[in-house]
């Protein structure tokens, strides 16, 4: 497949989830708390407009898009293409004899911010949520095929949950419960919500776009769905060409076991030049 038709497969297919998110946001009614976290009773409040809400979502994107990914995209694309590579979990081990010790040491460590001057707010959290996503697959297969003993009540997450956490290394960065594994698997969830298709749109997000990732009582899941949803509306067209490209182009390296190297990246940088994508 040359670059041509990769940029095509990979603008239809944002565009194609694009559309579908907003469909689904729009069939919810917008309710959400945007107020304080306090349990003391409080008079009932009036359920925020649709209005209110879009309003909101544009203070999201950082005010100049497309210069941010042009400035930052190829040490975002190193760090990212790094960190996927340390934590991809071999496809034909049980589950039982996996060491992800590194793997999850690298999770933590970006969740932590170790890597914040490469890696944007968000992209450990991304990973993060799609390893334990991974994890849980390889566990339920293990499971039905015998290789992990079936114990009454207990569910796939809260196998794959314990094994992440047994997995870590000690130290401040380490997850101490499963309740923060989940808090930090919605966050997650939520910035794959901002981003679609295309984790390299984390570099345009604000802080604001941040606290509604992080604080899940500011708005419910479904009323977020939209403002995930009018936010990408808000992304200039040719970046969102950019990051589809840039995503399909990544995920074929890595497929490829071929390095990120500065000779790749200058061809990347090219293509998307003489097509306008930046």
Known sequence: MNQ???????????????????????????GG???SRTRAKKKPRKKKSLEQVISISPRFIKDDPVDCFSQTWRQTLTAWDSLVRQTRIPPDTPVADLDITSAVDALNG???GKERTSLPPGS???????FLDTLEGRVKTDRQAGLIPSESGRVTA?????????AQSVGPEALQTRSKMSEHRRAGRRWQELVGPSVFLLAIYTDVAEKFVKDHL???KETFKVMASVAL???????????AYLSTIAEDRLRSGLPCDD????????????HALM
């Open 233 to 243: 509306d808000s992304i200039p067209t040719n970046l969102l060409k950019a990051c």
């Open 263 to 274: 000779a790749w990246m200058d061809q990347i940088e090219n293509y998307m030049r003489q």
């Open 218 to 220: 500011r708005v419910d």
């Open 33 to 35: 708390n945007f107020g």
């Open 4 to 30: 041509t038709t990769q940029f095509g497969v990979a603008t239809e297919a944002l565009l194609k989830e694009m559309a579908a998110v907003r469909l689904h946001g729009a069939q919810h009614k917008i």
């Open 110 to 112: 970006a969740i932590a």
């Open 158 to 166: 809260s196998i794959a949950f314990d094994i992440y956490l047994t």
């Open 124 to 130: 450990g959290y991304v990973q993060f949520s799609r």
